[in-house]
């Protein structure tokens, strides 16, 4: 069974000027995305406009990054939606093309009690038998996977294997650790983006990565440092990579996009309701990227 470990890399989907999906410019960023050393990736993430994507789209996403990656990493696959049904069948489809493993948010726009949010991860996890990654974002959604309802997920579902925490609650992630470190079997917990700093000392096993895109390199030392106990080193490194999310965060993912295009990787525009990106905040991005140094670090095109 896939416990997700390590960088995560949460690539966007690259679109033609025309809004239709690039096949040809999701190979070349996965490609990237496992050549510069995620252990993992995961798709399609909110990140990569999962919700402006229809359902065949994001099929079609799984199933080229599947067939990129070639087995040379691990796949999850994002089947969050409003109704459990809808995410059992993105779910099996994941499974069927040969994913790892799945990454199940808490329902949009409902807001179920504590026995229905039991009721829709326990019904996932009976239906799959790959892993399934729980995803917290309380503040985005309105409800919690609460610790009383984790416990009860670890202790009846064999498949429910990790947490994405996305909360930003140093709280509740501690308490997460703890509780999985008294589980008997592995279980990870992940932030959402890479404040892998004060996660990793509590008990974090990586993170799930916006920038790593954009500067692997920088991401990767982040990710070293924190490894090897290097907290001085890492100190200074978590702040040049929450300078640059801060700055690409813009719009998001609109943001990270442009980022990726000033690096020579371009992936096109966003779907709206998100706001396309203009010169002006385009430029901002570009001189905080400038100010990091990451033009002469940072790997330029695929």
Request: aromatic share 8%; proline share 6%.
């Amino acid at each position: 069974m896939f416990t997700p470990r390590g960088l995560i890399g949460c690539p966007v989907t690259p679109l033609r000027e025309d809004g239709s999906l690039d096949v040809g410019g999701l190979e070349k960023l996965v490609d990237f995305l496992v050549r510069n050393g995620v252990d993992s990736l995961a798709l399609t993430m909110h990140l990569g406009e999962s919700l402006n994507l229809s359902a065949e789209e994001r099929k079609k996403v799984v199933e080229v990054a599947l067939k990129t990656t070639a087995g040379r990493v691990p796949v999850m696959v994002h089947v969050s939606l409003p109704g459990t049904r809808q995410v059992i069948e993105l779910g099996c489809h994941a499974q069927d093309s040969g994913a790892a493993g799945v990454i199940v948010i808490t329902p949009y726009y409902w807001t179920p009690p504590r026995e229905v949010l039991i009721e829709h991860f326990t019904a996932i996890c009976g239906e799959l038998e790959i892993s399934v990654t729980g995803y917290n974002f309380p503040q985005k959604l309105g409800v919690s996977l609460t610790i009383d309802i984790l416990a009860e997920l670890m202790a009846t579902q064999a498949n429910f294997v990790a947490l994405k925490d996305a909360s930003f609650d140093m709280e509740y992630f501690t308490e997460v650790c703890r509780l999985s470190g008294g589980l008997g079997r592995d279980f990870a917990v992940l932030p959402g983006i890479e404040y892998l700093l004060p996660t990793t000392v509590l008990g974090g096993a990586g993170s799930f990565s916006a920038c790593s895109a954009v500067a692997p390199n920088l991401v990767k030392s982040l990710f070293a440092a924190c490894a090897r106990g290097e907290y001085a080193k890492a100190k200074d490194l978590q702040f040049r990579v929450s300078r640059l999310y801060n700055a690409i965060r813009v719009d998001y993912p609109a943001g990270i996009k442009a980022a990726q295009g000033l690096m020579g990787r371009p992936a096109g525009p966003t779907r709206l309701p998100v706001r396309a990106m203009n010169e002006e905040r385009l430029g901002r991005i570009k001189s905080e990227m400038t100010a990091l140094g990451l033009f002469e670090t940072e790997p330029q095109g695929w």
